[in-house]
């Protein structure tokens, strides 16, 4: 029997893979790139899972490779880019899933602010107008500043802007109209306060709180992602409230049946959540969880796409049966071409058995570093405690260097140009 795989997060096909396996399923993944996943694939034996290329952003291809696969039993999408893709094949197959409207919901994030704040989830709904003047008029008149603008349909910190006062509300303004965001430009109130994401599992309405990852962001005004680390020891109290929390708040969006990623702020007044993510973590985060929580979670994955309640929601709550990870995204100092990363030699000398996760490959571009796709690779450590592996991780990062080379004449132009 087979369960196919819409493209994938960039680390995790490998607990994906044995998650399958211990399943009795065979894992199909389709992808338009292979070399994408090359560190998790040369890992693995060769032929533990069937590689198909094709063009993952047109559907009707990806259909006529479902076709072609035998005994097709569920189609994990666990990707922003391709969620919508995903739930729209599911349905066209009869598989198990998540309603597609669900899913739309959680990726229209102005939809999300707006249903929350009227389930008196939030205390402010999404600001938007059909033009940037009208847009500029509901952030003075109903959101306020400060102010977050941003894309509806945005990821890994694409296309943010903090606003402080009109001179920066206008120039952000300007600077949203020249680039191609996936969905609309809205404004939202900034929630000031340390950044988590919570790592829940919902089956059947009841949603599960599996921990909470933390979430070191860079200086204002930007949003850049740089240290995470889990499971952060919120106290017993704490903890349960924001499990209920959570639950009411994926209930508002009708979410029944699937991992979610929600990453909130911990203002003066409390959680606020900043956006739904429906899915598991990206970056090392599915690996956090295997090694905290002493299970291979992916199996839940699996058990979702093949519509069975997964055993990780019965699993006893209790002290972590495996070590904290903490990890950091490794940026380069200037934007050029990626030529590799310098002191990985340094590792094995650290303490928290530091390793080294590569991103991106000598030769491609590294353009955008006010954002996540500026970062080449991943250093992780762990130790008991979450704190003690944020500190081993940022000691083995410190000793490791992203280089870079100048763009030569026409070489930005070509990728694009710019930076976030």
Not at 138 to 153: C, I, Q, R, Y
Request: charged residues 20%; glycine residues 12%.
């Amino acid at each position: 029997m087979t369960v196919a795989c819409l493209e994938s997060l960039t680390f995790g096909l490998g607990h994906l893979v044995r998650a399958a396996e211990s399943l009795g399923e065979r894992l199909v993944l389709l992808t338009r790139d292979a070399g994408y996943y090359a560190h998790e694939l040369g890992l693995l034996e060769p032929g533990a899972l069937d590689v198909v290329a094709v063009d993952t952003f047109d559907t009707a291809a990806v259909a006529a490779e479902l076709h072609r696969l035998p005994g097709l039993r569920g189609l994990i999408s666990s990707t922003d880019t391709w969620t919508l893709a995903g739930a729209e094949l599911t349905a066209r197959f009869g598989l198990p899933g998540a309603p597609p409207e669900v899913l739309r919901l959680t990726r229209d994030k102005a939809r999300v602010r707006t249903l929350l704040h009227r389930a008196g989830l939030s205390r402010a709904p999404a600001a938007e107008a059909p033009d940037a003047d009208g847009l500029r008029a509901a952030v003075l008149k109903e959101t306020g500043l400060p102010a977050v603008l941003k894309d509806t349909a945005g990821t890994g910190s694409q296309n943010v802007w903090l606003v402080r006062d009109e001179a920066g509300l206008d120039a952000a303004l300007r600077e949203a109209a020249g680039r191609r965001l996936t969905g609309r430009l809205f404004a939202e109130p900034f929630f000031p306060g340390p950044v988590y994401s919570a790592e829940t599992l919902t089956w059947a309405g009841r949603t599960r709180l599996l921990g909470v990852s933390s979430r070191l962001m860079s200086p204002e005004p930007h949003f850049r992602e740089e240290v995470t680390a889990f499971p952060v020891a919120f106290p017993p109290v704490q903890s349960r409230e924001l499990e209920r929390v959570l639950g009411e708040v994926l209930s508002t969006l009708g979410y029944t049946d699937r991992f979610a990623h929600v990453e909130f702020a911990l203002t003066a007044e409390g959680p606020e959540v900043v956006e739904v993510n429906p899915r598991i973590g990206g970056a090392l985060v599915g690996e956090a969880l295997c090694r905290a929580l002493g299970v291979n979670v992916y199996e839940a994955l699996v058990e979702a796409a093949l519509g069975r309640r997964p055993r990780l929601m019965d699993a006893g709550p209790g002290t972590p049966a495996g070590p904290a990870l903490a990890f950091v995204l490794a940026y380069p100092a200037q934007p050029g071409v990626f030529t590799g990363a310098e002191g990985l030699e340094r590792l094995a000398g650290l303490p928290g058995a530091p390793a080294w996760y590569p991103v991106r490959r000598p030769g491609d571009r590294l353009e955008h570093l006010g954002d996540s796709r500026g970062y080449a690779g991943i250093v992780c450590a762990e130790a008991p405690t979450a704190e003690l592996a944020t500190h081993c991780a940022v000691a083995a990062a410190n000793t490791v260097r992203v280089v870079t080379r100048p763009f030569a004449d026409g070489e930005q132009a070509a990728a694009g140009g710019g930076g976030a």
